[in-house]
Structures are given as C-alpha cells and as structure tokens.
C-alpha cells in the first residue's frame, strides 16, 4: 500500500484530500492528512468581522465535515519533514513515511518581524485581519472609537489575498459613513507599491476610486518601524504617517516546520516550480497554495485552479509520465467596494485584470473591473459555494485556465 | 514595443522604460540608465543588481524585504543607493520587469 501524506488542510489541503481520495485506487493508495486545527475557518470572512456582517461562528466550521470517506486525519502538529528519507515526524514524536507528499501549510503573518509593530499598542490602537484574534478585537475597538488618523498598511508583498486591504479601506469608508461619522475619520492607504494595487489597469481603476471615497495613498512606502509612543509609522526613506488607529497587513512567512526541513526561500515559502507545482529539490514533493513560493496570489482562488493541475500531475508523476499540465497563474478574486457594491478581477501571470464579463461575455453575469451589485452578492454567495462546492472539489462552472472569453483588450 | 539606445547598443523596452528582454543587459548599459535616474553607480548597487538580476531570471518573486535576505545590503541601506522608490529603480537599472509583486 503506497501513502499520499497532505501536510496542512486549509483550502488547498482540502481541495486534493477529496480529489486524490476519488482519483487514485483504494487497494493501491492510502490518503493521509495532518492538520493541527480542528476547526476550518472561511478566510475571506476575517475581512467582514470588523465591521459585524459576520462574527466568528458564522465563518467557522469542524474541519472533519470536508474530508471524504476513507481519509485518515491526524489532529496535530509537524515537527519536521525529512524529504530524503521521505518521512515527518509530528511533535509526538511519531513518524510517517509517504510515497508522495502534497505541502499545503499555508502562510501566515509574522508582525514581530517589524521593530515596534507588535509593540504595547499592538491590538489597543494596532491590529491585523488576518487572523480571526485580530478582527474579533478590531470590531470591539471600532464600536466605540471617536474617530481620528484611519492608517492601513501592507508591509510588504506577498500578502494573503491582496485585494483584501484595499476591501478593507473600501468597508471602513462605507461603515463610518453609515455610521454618520465619516467626516472624523481621516482614512489614508499606505503601501509599499507604486500604486493602489500592482497591475497597472486594475491600479488605475482602483486609484481613482479611492479618491473618489476620499481616502488617501500613500505609495511607495516600506515600514521601518513602528514609533508606538508617538503613534507613528516610518519607512526606510525617512517618510512618517501618524495614526490613531493602525490597521497592519505585516509581514508573511511560511510555515516555521519548512525552513527548519531545508525546503523553503528566505522566508519559508517552498521552492517549487510555478508550472509544474513540483518542488524544486525532491521530485515525489508537490507543493499548491500559499505554501509555495510561486510568483501568483496568494488566494483561495489560486489554490483551487492550481488543484485540478495538481491532480492530474500527480497522476503522471505515479505512472511515470510527463507532466501533462501546467498552471498559468489564473486567480480571480471579488473585491468589495462598500455601498452593496464590488468589482471581479480574472487574471493569470501572463494578463493583467482586464475589463469585460465574466464567466461568459454578454450574459456574464458578472462584470470584469467595474463596480457592480451582482458582483457584491456574488461574494456573499461565495461563502455558501466555499463550503459546499469548493472544498469539496466539486465542479465549478468556470475554467480552470484563465480564459480571454468576455474580456476586453483596450 | 518601444526601444532606445543606451551606451551604442538599440535594447527593447516597455511604455515605462523596462527592458523586456533582459539579455540585452550590459553593466555599460547600467551605467547610462542609472545617470538618467541621477545615481552613480558603484560596486554596492551592482552587487544588489546582481542579486536582483539572479533571482529574477530563477523565476522568484521580487520584493524589498527579500534584500534583508540577500547578504549584500539591508534594506536602509537600499534606499540610500536607490531613493526614492529603490526597487523600481534598481530593476529598470538592472534591466529586468518592473516587480509586479505577487498578484
């Protein structure tokens, strides 16, 4: 009997132990997985609890409910992947040997790795939403907070979802507006990018609309450090930006156990081909998701295009065969714009987010960079599909590889 | 596409001055694109160019907080060579795409 071992199931984890436990044959192949969580949270929901559309039971459910019939889970920690004896060992101290090994442990986000951000002010005046901690006591602080200097800032790339800091600007904007309290609250965007995002058309569009809901831009900034007593952020060039509230995107790494086994870059993404998927130093590893260093989103959206690849390579890897498949970088991802409104982006390493529609042109019915109602519902929809079609690796009604059907070059 | 002329040699470039292919890239060439953005060149920003230039063609994502990483400068020390906005600088000096980070 071989072993398929999935470190980590979030998404991606999740997506190839349901695909791999269908595709390869029960009498060959075992499907094991190791998750330290018991619970599996829907991520794009930290965004909203800030601002209470969600609180934390509406966006959590126990892991266990997505794994299929036939997969064996194992409820802990990873000390250490050994990959030239093909084997982990937990934090137990139990081993594990594999045939094949899926890496899908994630990132995660490292705030101590910039001087003073995880200071005394850290979650009184400063706060991340990345972690479900963080925006449960970002909404407690906003139900009461007077107004003042709103910063938002990414430290640097690459970021989980990278639209989401920008959505948030967009929400803070429409909740203090509701709130008749928009007037006392001086939102600025700080990013370390030229830009409000990093392609240029989707940049423009996105630009102008934060100046259109007021909020400020400030490009091109790279933290330094945190001035807690001042209230102040600084970059390396000298520039400061005071606030009264600082929302932080820091710093991401990945999983502590992939550099301490030998497989990451510099900051613990493992090194893998972006195509391909494979690792680039052992050829029975395949990494999918944020774990891997590849030069696309880290986002759901990716990880779910990456799996149909994945699993058809893993099935050409067993039976000696060459890749078939190859990704292209396809994510797309709803970005809300505040007001009942959001934009839909659909791009790959190839093409920008190019205006049009999307999945199909004429009916769409969802428009490509441009705010839409139907595009906001669509996101709320998404949740339900993330649960119920998506984890499960369920056919979705859309492409795998970015399609240039419904869009339009200018 | 766009092209100019830079120390005798005619390079291909984008709307925003980026080569597009980066084998046309000679430390000649660096020299004249730097003088445009107003930096002298010295052993510090083609050692960190170099750097760039490696990483770039292994298929890596670009980004300021991997110069930390890059055991030549830190990244205080990148914005004194390139001010201003140093990774933007430094890739078209270095004759490489302007880092699209990671989306």
């Known amino acids: 009997m071989k072993k398929l071992l999935i470190l980590g199931a979030g998404t991606a984890g999740t997506i190839m132990a349901n695909k791999m436990q269908k595709k390869l044959p029960v009498n060959e192949w075992s499907v094991t997985v190791v998750e330290k969580e018991i619970n599996h949270f829907y991520q794009p929901g930290f965004l909203f609890i800030p601002f209470g559309y969600y609180q934390k039971k509406d966006i959590l459910k126990p892991s266990l409910k997505f794994f299929p019939r036939g997969v064996q889970v194992i409820n802990t920690e990873i000390e250490k992947i050994d990959p030239s004896h093909n084997n982990i060992t937990l934090i137990n101290g139990l081993e594990i040997a594999y045939d094949i090994l899926i890496i899908a442990t994630g990132t995660r986000i490292s705030p101590e790795d910039t001087p003073g951000l995880k200071g005394e002010l850290w979650q009184k005046n400063i706060f991340d939403f990345y972690t479900i901690d963080g925006s449960e006591a970002l909404a407690e602080f906003f139900k009461t907070w007077p107004g003042g200097n709103l910063v938002i800032n990414v430290a640097d790339n690459p970021i989980k979802c990278p639209v989401a800091p920008l959505e948030f600007a967009f929400l803070a904007d429409y909740y203090f ?80 156990v992939i550099s301490k086994s030998g497989l990451g870059d510099e900051f613990g993404f493992v090194k893998a081909d972006k195509n391909t998927l494979q690792s680039a130093l052992f050829k029975n590893i395949f990494v999918i998701g944020d774990a891997g260093n590849f030069p696309s989103s880290k986002a759901g959206s990716v990880a779910h295009f990456q799996a149909d690849v994945l699993e058809k390579n893993i099935v050409n890897y067993i039976n000696n065969e060459p890749f078939s498949e190859s990704f292209d970088g396809h994510s797309n991802c709803y970005i809300e714009t505040g007001f009942g409104k959001g934009i839909l982006i659909d791009f790959n390493y190839a ?28 996101k709320l929809l998404f949740k339900w599909i993330y649960w119920n079609i998506l984890l499960k690796a369920r056919k979705l009604p859309v492409t795998n590889y970015m399609s240039m059907v419904g869009k339009k070059m200018e | 596409m766009a092209q100019k002329t830079y120390a005798g040699v005619t390079v291909d470039v984008n709307e925003e001055g980026y080569f597009t292919n980066p084998s046309q890239w000679t430390k000649e060439i660096a020299v004249e694109i730097a003088k445009e953005e107003g930096i002298i060149l010295t052993g510090q920003h083609f050692a960190i160019m170099e750097f760039l230039r490696n990483r770039f063609n292994g298929g890596e994502a670009l980004s300021i907080r991997s110069i930390n990483h890059s055991g030549v400068i830190d990244v205080k020390t990148f914005y004194q060579l390139f001010s201003g906005a140093p990774l933007k600088k430094a890739t078209k000096i270095a004759g490489i795409p302007k880092p699209a980070s990671c989306v």
């Open chain 1, 177 to 256: 507006t509701r709130k008749g309290m928009r007037n006392k609250v001086n939102i600025t965007y700080v990013t370390p990018l030229s830009g409000a995002f990093t392609k240029p058309k989707a940049s423009r569009m996105l630009g102008s609309l934060l100046e259109r809901k007021n909020i400020n831009l400030v490009s091109d900034f790279f933290i330094g450090e945190v001035d807690n007593a001042n209230k102040k952020i600084l970059d390396f060039g000298g520039r400061e930006v005071p606030f009264d509230c600082l929302i932080s995107v820091p710093l991401h790494s990945g999983d502590p």
């Open chain 1, 351 to 378: 093409t920008e987010p190019l205006p049009g529609l999307y999945p199909l042109p004429v009916v769409g019915p969802f428009s490509l960079l441009k705010e839409s109602k139907l595009n906001h519902l669509g």
